[in-house]
Each structure stands twice: as structure tokens, then as C-alpha cells.
């Protein structure tokens, strides 16, 4: 599966629905970190892994600026 918007990664946390337990900050960390260990592998295409990336700490940077709510209640607006 590949994510390819901001919208997306969004709205794949939020279906995950794991509730108060994991936050979409501690979510996106991680999948940026795993992200990052995937372009170290060979086999894999790296630049849609680099686009999730950059999507990713745009992400992080967002959620640090106006807050987690904040952000959950702009990309669920758009869906």
C-alpha cells in the first residue's frame, strides 16, 4: 500500500482507530522511522518511500505548529 498525500496518512490513522492510546504524532514518528528504514533495504523503489517521507515530516512540522486536534479536524473536514 502506498500512501501518497497528507490527506491519506490521515485518514488511515484515523481508521486505524486506536484511539486516546497512540496519538497521530507518536503514529506519523513512527512510520517515518520505518519509512526510513525501508530505503536502507535495495529491493524496494525508493522514491515513492522518500515522497512519504517528505510527507510525513511536513506532517509532524503541521502537528507541532497548530496542534494535533487541529489537524485531525482539518484532513477529516476534507474527506
Known amino acids: 500500500m502506498v500512501i501518497k498525500t497528507?490527506?491519506?496518512?490521515?485518514?488511515?490513522?484515523?481508521?486505524?482507530n486506536m484511539?486516546?492510546?497512540v496519538s497521530l504524532l507518536?503514529?506519523?514518528?513512527?512510520?517515518?522511522?520505518?519509512?526510513?528504514?525501508?530505503l536502507q533495504n535495495k529491493i524496494n523503489?525508493?522514491?515513492?518511500?522518500?515522497k512519504g517521507i517528505i510527507i510525513l515530516e511536513g506532517l509532524i512540522k503541521e502537528?507541532?505548529?497548530n496542534k494535533e486536534l487541529a489537524v485531525l479536524e482539518k484532513?477529516?473536514?476534507k474527506g
Not at 11 to 16: D, G, H, R, T, V
Not at 26 to 38: A, C, D, I, P, Y
Not at 45 to 50: Q, T, V
Open 63 to 65: 502537528i507541532s505548529e
Open 45 to 50: 523503489e525508493k522514491e515513492p518511500i522518500k
Open 19 to 21: 484511539g486516546k492510546e
Open 6 to 16: 497528507t490527506e491519506e496518512y490521515v485518514e488511515f490513522f484515523i481508521n486505524l
Open 26 to 38: 507518536s503514529f506519523v514518528n513512527n512510520e517515518r522511522m520505518v519509512l526510513k528504514q525501508k
Open 75 to 77: 484532513y477529516q473536514n
